[in-house]
């Protein structure tokens, strides 16, 4: 599907930048880190049988929830083009190259997973974001992101206007009442066996009639 660009942000991470993002996030490290994360998200979620990733860059994360899950069924919706290139290597998962704000539900996953990419969200579009993931999960949502009770801008790599953090989680749960917290976390940066980039994480469970 042809892409479209709706924001400044999604321009700065569909070009240049978000290439050389592309190239600097690489390689098996990473993949660990992400597998022990998501070993616990799955801990408290128990067997999960598919999942879509919003913002998959490379693919790291679903290659870590297949590590953890073989027979799982995966997809990735993903705007900057190299990424696309290098996720498209990997076997057995749709792929769409396209905008989140353009990506249109046609199924249910019973995991819908956005990791480190609503801080890069204009903030004036989360809640289309916000849609998409409620929309595309049957069960449960995880939303793994810098938090901050109240919402800032921070300078991100000499650039601004392109990282904000606030409470995304929250703002998900009062947006669908019929949400809860089954679990969530922190990983922090300096973690000697598997870090990430003081990510805090949230697993929200649908209500089940």
Same mark, same amino acid.
């Given at each position: 599907?042809?892409? =479209?660009?709706?924001?400044?942000?999604?321009? #700065?991470?569909?070009?240049?930048?978000?290439?050389?993002?592309? /190239? *600097?996030?690489?390689?098996?490290?990473?993949?660990?880190?992400?597998?022990?994360? #998501?070993?616990? %998200?799955?801990?408290?979620?128990? !067997? %999960?049988?598919?999942?879509?990733?919003?913002?998959?860059?490379?693919?790291?994360?679903?290659?870590?929830?297949?590590?953890?899950? !073989?027979?799982?069924?995966?997809?990735?919706?993903?705007?900057?083009?190299?990424?696309?290139?290098?996720?498209?290597?990997?076997?057995?998962?749709? %792929? +769409?190259?396209?905008?989140?704000?353009?990506?249109?539900?046609?199924?249910?996953?019973?995991?819908?997973? &956005?990791?480190? /990419?609503?801080?890069?969200?204009?903030?004036? *579009?989360?809640?289309?974001?916000?849609? /998409?993931?409620?929309?595309?999960?049957?069960?449960?949502?995880? &939303?793994?992101?810098?938090?901050?009770?109240?919402? /800032? =801008?921070?300078?991100?790599?000499?650039?601004?206007?392109?990282?904000?953090? *606030?409470?995304?989680?929250?703002? %998900?749960?009062?947006?669908?009442?019929?949400?809860?917290?089954?679990?969530?976390?922190?990983?922090? +940066?300096?973690?000697?066996? #598997?870090?990430?980039?003081?990510? =805090?994480? #949230?697993?929200?469970?649908?209500?089940?009639?």
């Amino acid at each position: 599907m042809t892409k =479209t660009v709706a924001t400044p942000q999604e321009a #700065f991470w569909s070009g240049e930048f978000g290439d050389e993002y592309t /190239v *600097r996030n690489d390689g098996a490290h990473w993949i660990a880190s992400n597998a022990a994360l #998501f070993s616990r %998200v799955l801990n408290s979620a128990g !067997p %999960v049988k598919s999942a879509i990733e919003f913002g998959a860059n490379r693919g790291l994360n679903l290659q870590a929830l297949r590590l953890l899950s !073989p027979n799982i069924e995966l997809a990735g919706v993903e705007i900057n083009d190299n990424a696309i290139a290098e996720l498209k290597k990997i076997s057995k998962i749709d %792929v +769409h190259h396209q905008s989140v704000f353009d990506y249109k539900p046609q199924k249910k996953y019973e995991l819908a997973l &956005i990791k480190g /990419v609503l801080i890069h969200i204009n903030p004036d *579009r989360l809640k289309d974001v916000y849609r /998409v993931l409620y929309e595309s999960s049957s069960r449960y949502i995880c &939303i793994a992101e810098y938090y901050n009770p109240s919402p /800032v =801008t921070i300078p991100y790599r000499g650039h601004t206007d392109v990282l904000f953090k *606030r409470d995304f989680a929250g703002e %998900v749960l009062k947006l669908y009442p019929d949400l809860r917290i089954r679990d969530y976390g922190f990983v922090y +940066h300096g973690d000697p066996n #598997f870090p990430q980039d003081d990510i =805090t994480w #949230f697993l929200l469970e649908k209500a089940r009639g």
